[in-house]
């Protein structure tokens, strides 16, 4: 694999880590499991992040076809996820919680969930619109460079690691928040929201300039 390559494949997983933002979701899962033990946090962790790898290959392999069958370019899906992931980068940036993620509503109905590794912790809060705009925009992107079939190697494999670190920080959840405390954790949210923010406007300009051109 050549530095290009591996450069992109970098800045693809760590542009997907941060957008599902374990750390956050993390410090959920130990408020939503009861109680949060080992015997209990693993299986939500494993339970979530195949959720979300699943999803994510779902929209790398069907997503850009499904909004054109609606007369969707990509262009205009750079634009609102630019959009959207610029809400997310604000309120992370901010240290406040991501309605675009979930609402209260939603976190509510979760503590009288017995399994919430799918819903609530999954989807919508690991894997939301945000997550699926970057899938379909880095995919894009990659087509570009590298052509169809590398590109989808490439994303691909991201989301494999960008899975396999939400695995083992969800799964070591309650270790990761006694050593980051709250003070940590938001620090943490607030430098994601930094690069979350930097994505959302490369994704608005380019969806602003290709619509224009």
């Known amino acids: 694999m050549t530095p290009e390559l ?8 760590i542009a997907l880590i941060t957008i599902f ?9 130990v408020t939503m499991v009861s109680p949060p033990t080992p015997a209990n946090i693993y299986p939500a962790a ?3 992040t195949l959720t979300i790898f699943i999803a994510s290959l779902i929209t790398l392999f069907t997503g850009e076809f499904l909004f054109k069958l609606f007369g969707i370019n990509v262009y205009s899906i750079k634009v609102i996820g630019g959009i959207i992931l610029m809400m997310i ?3 992370m940036a901010y240290g406040q919680p991501t309605k675009a993620r979930h609402t209260k509503e939603e976190q509510e ?18 894997f ?12 894009h992107n990659n087509t570009h460079r590298y052509g ?14 960008s899975a396999l670190t939400v695995y083992l920080i969800l799964r070591y959840s309650g270790i990761i928040n006694r050593a980051l405390g709250v003070t940590g954790v938001k620090i943490m949210n607030r ?13 608005l300009i380019g969806g602003v300039k290709g619509l224009w051109e």
């Open 6 to 13: 591996v450069s992109t494949l970098l800045h693809d997983t």
């Open 21 to 29: 933002n374990p750390v956050a979701a993390a410090g959920l899962l």
């Open 46 to 48: 494993w339970k979530a």
């Open 89 to 91: 980068a604000i309120n």
């Open 109 to 126: 109905e979760a503590q009288e969930k017995e399994d919430i590794s799918i819903v609530p912790l999954g989807i919508p809060i690991l």
């Open 128 to 139: 939301g619109p945000g997550v699926i705009a970057t899938i379909i925009v880095l995919n």
């Open 148 to 161: 169809t079939l590398l590109s989808y190697g490439l994303v691909t494999a991201a989301i494999v690691l």
């Open 191 to 203: 430098i994601m929201g930094l690069v979350v923010g930097t994505l959302a406007a490369q994704f």
